[in-house]
């Protein structure tokens, strides 16, 4: 939030273009994610809300990932002189990075919820190995 000032000044008040709308998405979904599991942390949790929590905050990385990676793209973009030809890489990259991503779900069955005190996770011996 030290950041405010200019924030309003540079974002808030001029008209909004993808660069600024996916910095202010950059900025607050990070900082709600985070305020979401601080009190996820402290309160107590059943089993049932204990794995939908670790959904919700695997979409949360997921989500601030790919809007990072777009950001990325589009500051490499502009710094290659608008090449149309990186763009075009850029974008399978992008592509391939995000079907490796949806390929790890399916190891997801191998965790074991811990719910007494917080929400933690651990793994099985054969999930552990693989990590």
Known sequence: ?????????F????????SAILFLLNRYVALLSNICSLVMYFAPVSDESCSKYTLYRQLAIFLQATIICI??????YALYGCSKRL????????IALAACAGTFGRFSGDVKMVSEFSCNETFSKVAAARQ
């Open 71 to 76: 950001i990325l793209t589009i500051r490499t």
């Open 1 to 9: 939030m030290v950041t405010l000032p200019e924030e309003i000044a």
């Open 11 to 18: 974002i808030w008040r001029r008209p909004k273009a993808l």
């Open 87 to 94: 763009l075009t890489w850029l974008a399978i990259v992008m």
